[in-house]
């Protein structure tokens, strides 16, 4: 396949370097490869009389305009290429394999065939995947993908709005089962209440959390898929119920958390008869022999590798004032490697809201990475929120630079003032609205371009410093929306 790249005199470097003999280059009479028109391109075509046919030309990525004219005139397609020179090493290799967009960056389009492929392995690997046991469905253990459980903290004293918003946004970021979590003062009626109302509301699997043998007894009557959970101090009163029912349950150690208790529990499960077992050697916090309990899973995992194992990752992220994302995709890796078959995590306190979606992509990368047996990288999917994959090249600072200071002088745009804040989508816990208010308009937007572009459409902004010190503004509060952080106008982000 013969393959012409179209760049600017300033990329020309770049491009040459990062295409190799993959394919040849053109470079038309510009500075900025960016503003590339069909003229510009025809024009340099024919004044490099070219001798070869060529199948296929690639545009810059950032390219607007319609080349389908072009196109005609010398005989191929015209499609656009990456945003950036650096990744056409990437993308040259894909193009005999997809059809290139005339309207889609090569590299977002990739990222986007790359990403599907992925999905789709994982969805026929489940299909095929033999479980150890089912709940609604949901596979747990053998083969299956490790699932995320969200624990809503304080379930049972919700009301139904409440608890309804709750399951939908548990659900919409990715968690399979969904936890009901009692407290201390939760009363028995609650608990039927909670349990019944919730398998309306869903057709994940509900569990019950907690070790009272009476909110368990109601919990099974009203329902409940898994109890969580058992040991040997409720065993005898709650086991018998749970083994009448049908219904699954974690087993845990006793308090100390040895292995030996956690083996002599589930023994007296199976004795009581209760079939669908699911073992929680318990992993503790940093600081509190984290170590000895990933050692404790995987010595269980040794011995019993067909029971399905309960991993407790919020036991962990809960209890440390760092970025749960990186933390979420380590200690899944762990769980891959000890057994574990579901991932728990209350998403309780506010530096680990987006656990629940950040378990579910990372226990994918882990299914993706065992179905390759690779590492988890280049993979399709990622994890990648603040850091690069792929670094742009660092530009320097010109010789007659003027050294940047703050303007001194501010003044009212007589247009009036307009006050910014973010409304974020409670449901998926990503992305929202931006708000913009003016007292003659308020609006709102995805993102900072569209609603700085209304803003001046509708001439609520007549000052550049005004517009300068807006476009500053609402890009913070947008990314505030993508970091799923809070947002307040003037404060530093």
Known sequence: MNILIATGRLAENTVRKATGKKADVLVADIDIAAFITPKKLLR???????????????????????????????????????????????????????EFSEKVPACELLADVRKELALELI????????????????????????????????????????????????IARGADIIDLGATLNTLPEQVQRTVSLAKTLTLAPISIDTLDPELIKEGVKAGADLVLSLNSTNMETAGPIVAGAGTAAVVIPDEGNSLESLIRNIKAAHR?????????????????????????????????P??????????????????????????CGIGIEVGASILFTPEFSDKAQGSIRELKRASEMMQLSSIRESSPKDLGLDLLCIKEKRRRPDGSIPGNAIRAQASKNWRVDPAGPIRIWIVPDSISGNGGLIVAEHEKASVAGKN????????????????LDHAAYLGRELEKAELALCFN????????F
Request: glycine share 8%; hydrophobic share 45%; net charge negative.
């Open 272 to 304: 009581l008869g209760i079939d669908k077992i699911i073992a929680d050697p318990v992993l503790d916090p940093v600081g509190h022999n984290i170590t000895e309990s990933i050692i404790r899973y995987h010595a269980f995992h040794k011995i019993y």
């Open 306 to 331: 067909h029971i399905p194992v309960f991993f407790g990752v919020g036991n962990v992220t809960e209890l440390m004032d760092v970025d749960t994302i990186g933390v979420n995709a380590a200690l």
């Open 44 to 98: 340099s075509f024919q004044e490099a009389n070219l001798s070869k046919d060529y199948d296929l030309i690639l545009i810059p990525g950032l390219v607007p305009g319609d080349f389908s004219k072009a196109s005609k005139e010398l005989g191929c397609k015209i499609r656009l290429g990456p945003k950036h020179a650096y990744d056409l090493g990437f993308v040259l290799p894909f193009a005999e394999k997809i």
């Open 448 to 463: 900072a371009r569209e609603v700085m572009d209304t803003l001046l459409e509708l001439k609520l902004v007549s000052c």
């Open 123 to 170: 969805r026929k690997t489940e299909e095929e995947a033999i479980s150890a046991l089912t709940l609604r469905e949901i596979k747990l253990g053998g083969e299956a993908c490790m699932k995320v459980m969200g624990e809503i903290v304080g379930a049972m004293e919700m009301d139904a709005g409440m608890l309804q918003v709750k399951i939908e946004a548990f």
């Open 485 to 492: 952080r809070s947002y307040a106008q003037d404060d530093v």
